[in-house]
């Protein structure tokens, strides 16, 4: 387990040192809440880069640096994983543009994301909370909802969530993830978190069942 968000950084400083070519890396999970107290320790590392030369890269760097392949357990099954590599307390899960079947590192994220550390090689950006929030309601993992939840706290902005959804299905053109997001929506709300986008949610749940109904009666 990580506890303390130097840890990451001294981490990603002795990797930038089996280094050779500059890489741009977005924490999308536990790092973000680790970074602002609002979660005590992470057990991973969630982390995306935006092209296939930059994760080469740095599965050829994470290699060198004594990182080990880890098959990906059941709780990741719907997340598009390329790579987990294990190092001691050290595990990084590792993706490549795409999270989650079609679900993508948008421009949206990558603007709304924090630099946080500039290396040499590696430069590290923490996205947000908005967009962590809709990437941990994806995954069914143990935690998530509680990061969900953990995520409010400080506020978000319920706008860009509900934006930066429907761009995802726009762009992927995977109108189904609207019911996934909604169960886990459902399962938030169960547990107490009131969520001001419920309902938007819900109506573009209602349309895709309504749609697929439909199409299957002209079948």
């Known amino acids: 387990m990580i506890s303390k968000f130097k840890q990451i950084e001294e981490l990603f400083k002795e ?18 809440l680790l ?12 982390i995306v880069v ?3 030369e930059e994760l080469i890269e740095l599965q050829r760097a994470l290699g060198q640096f004594g990182f080990s392949l880890k098959i990906p357990g059941k709780g990741y099954k719907h997340m598009n994983l390329n790579q987990i590599f294990q190092k001691g307390n050290h595990r990084i899960d590792l993706f490549e543009r795409e999270v989650c079947g079609r679900f993508s590192l948008s421009e949206g994220m990558r603007q709304r994301a924090r630099k946080m550390i500039g290396l040499k090689y590696i430069t590290l950006f923490l996205c947000s909370n908005e967009d962590v929030f809709l990437f941990k309601t994806m995954t069914e993992r143990d935690g998530d909802l509680e990061d969900c939840e953990s995520l409010v706290v400080p506020g978000v902005d319920w706008k860009i969530i509900l934006q930066e959804l429907k761009n ?7 109108d189904v993830w609207i019911t996934w997001i909604g169960e886990r929506f459902d399962l938030l709300e169960e547990r107490g978190l009131e969520m001001p986008i419920m309902n938007e949610v819900n109506k573009m749940r209602n349309k895709y069942l309504n749609d697929c109904e439909k199409k299957h009666k002209i079948k």
């Open 15 to 32: 990797i930038d040192k089996v280094m050779h070519k500059k890489v741009n890396i977005y924490t999308i999970g536990g790092t973000v």
């Open 35 to 46: 970074e602002q107290g609002l979660k005590a320790a992470t057990k991973d590392i969630d």
């Open 50 to 52: 935006a092209a296939k």
């Open 168 to 174: 995802q299905i726009k762009e992927s053109k995977q």
